[in-house]
């Protein structure tokens, strides 16, 4: 079975940094790209990240570009995204996912509350 | 960036109706290479996190009812779901995975009368 476990989360200060995890087990993790998408609470799916299988790739949108890194360990099965300079709209429920560029299994989601 | 447009918003149908949602890209998701389309849909119950339902525009994802299908090509997709039962109350999201930045639509809401 699939599992996709993330932590990390928690209530950060505008402007302060944030590092998650999501623990992969129930299939080949090295075999998978791994992604993060986030929903801001009441709203819609966002794509935050991208990381291909061996980490030498990764993708961002605009938004998050230059503040976010995301990052990965094949040997511990586990993907990581670096949040830094954060905002109170990055304020969502973090998925990890994986997958082809769609998402097939998630993560039951972490909170990142960006208040002060 | 690809902009998607999903509509409608929200719907509200009795168990056994038969519903669509449609999702409009601002390019085509049709690869020339293939002639395969870059189109996937989400279901998210209250309180869970999104299921894939349907990847390259119409295959089913495993497990998932066939009362759930995917159609379309080039711009303009639709998901249809057949006879409605009570346990399909959820938000319906499409994605592209055609080409970065990834992209969703807004979302529709089904409610069950």
């Known amino acids: 079975e699939v599992q996709l476990v993330e932590t990390g989360g928690g209530l950060v200060q505008p402007g302060r940094s944030l590092k998650l995890s999501c623990v992969a087990s129930?299939?080949?993790?090295?075999?998978?790209?791994m992604y993060w998408i986030r929903q801001a609470p009441g709203k819609g799916l966002e794509w935050v990240s991208s990381?291909?299988?061996?980490?030498?790739?990764?993708y961002y949108p605009d938004s998050v570009k230059g503040r976010f890194t995301i990052s990965r360990d094949n040997a511990e099965n586990t993907v990581y995204l670096q949040m830094n300079s954060l905002r109170s709209e990055d304020t969502a429920t973090y998925y990890c996912?994986?997958?082809?560029?769609?998402?097939?299994?998630w993560g039951q989601g972490v909170m990142v509350t960006v208040s002060s | 960036d690809i902009v998607m447009t999903q509509s409608p918003s929200s719907l509200a149908v009795s168990a056994g109706e038969t519903v669509t949602i449609n999702c409009k890209s601002s390019q085509s998701l049709l690869s020339s290479g293939n002639q395969k389309n870059y189109l996937a849909w989400y279901q998210q119950k209250p309180g869970q996190s999104p299921k894939l339902l349907i990847y390259l525009a119409s295959t089913r994802e495993s497990g998932v009812p066939d009362r759930f299908i995917g159609s379309g090509s080039g711009t303009d997709f639709t998901l249809t779901i057949s006879s409605v039962q009570a346990e399909d109350l959820a938000d319906y999201y499409c994605?592209?995975?055609?080409?970065?930045?990834?992209?969703f639509g807004s979302g529709t809401k089904l409610e069950i009368k």
């Open positions: 990381i291909n299988t061996d980490g030498g790739s990764t």
């Open positions: 996912a994986n997958g082809y560029n769609f998402f097939d299994y």
């Open positions: 129930g299939f080949t993790f090295s075999s998978y790209w």
């Open positions: 994605q592209q995975h055609y080409s970065y930045p990834l992209t």
